[in-house]
């Protein structure tokens, strides 16, 4: 028979409180990081969400995929992607609130973890919008861009959430089948042309593109022209559909 004595008795016993301490706390770590499959996202929510890159779609946006589906995700426009395609990573983030995202669902991270656990925080909710940033720039090219101002074109630099607005520039990437951007002196934005419409203009092309400033939250650091009217190059007017 095998005599334990108090001292070791104490020792036994605090090794066993340690590891149960220890396996609370991990089990805490590992309920609070709730992964969200892709097919259950529903707009307004913040989630976790796991899964491979499949696609870069622009700068600051890619594609992720897992089990159950993909998404887009969007890092905000002072980001740049940094993970490759086929990483398998975690994005945390808010699935966008707008009428978009019933038939694209869209994420907008504000942290990223990598395969090797390195996490990324992104600028996520600046109080500072992309206003501020360009609006000493737009400031200064307005004097030189008078002429614009007489034609009632707004320096992309000075959009603002809801306005209506008709813009000038060059075509720089197109996004999707529906979506491009456009880049004139004072910065560059996103232009939705619609479901219902096809890609009509093409990289490199000077363009003026009519419509009105997307008016949800992500405004705040990534402004997007619902466009209405599109003037190509050569002079031909489209009307877009509603």
Do not use: C
């Not at 090219?141 to 614009?148: I, V, Y």
Request: glycine content about 8%.
């Amino acid at each position: 028979m095998i005599h334990i004595n108090v001292g070791q008795k104490k020792n036994i016993m605090k090794q066993q409180i340690a590891i149960a301490l220890f396996a609370f706390a991990y089990s805490l770590t590992a309920s609070a990081e709730e992964i969200t499959p892709i097919e259950k996202l529903e707009r307004g929510m913040t989630v976790s969400v796991r899964g491979e890159v499949t696609r870069i779609l622009d700068e600051d946006e890619f594609r992720m995929r897992d089990s159950t589906g993909s998404v887009r995700i969007y890092i905000g426009w002072k980001n740049r992607v940094t993970v490759p395609v086929g990483e398998t990573i975690t994005v945390r983030g808010v699935v966008d609130d707008d009428l978009e995202s019933r038939f694209r669902p869209e994420i907008y991270a504000f942290q990223i973890v990598r395969k090797d656990g390195t996490a990324i925080d992104l600028n996520k909710r600046e109080e500072s919008s992309p206003e501020e940033s360009t609006g000493d720039v737009a400031r200064e090219d307005k004097d030189a861009n008078s002429d614009e101002e007489e034609k009632n074109i707004t320096p992309i630099g000075d959009l603002k959430r809801g306005m209506p607005a008709e813009i000038q520039g060059k075509v720089i990437k197109i996004l999707d089948e529906d979506e491009f951007r456009i880049e004139d002196s004072t910065g560059s934005v996103r232009v939705y042309i619609g479901w219902r419409n096809r890609m009509v203009v093409r990289v490199g092309e000077e363009i003026g593109v009519r419509g009105v400033v997307d008016d949800d939250l992500r405004l705040f650091f990534r402004p997007e022209l619902y466009a209405t009217e599109i003037t190509r190059e050569d002079g031909t007017t489209i009307e877009l559909d509603k």
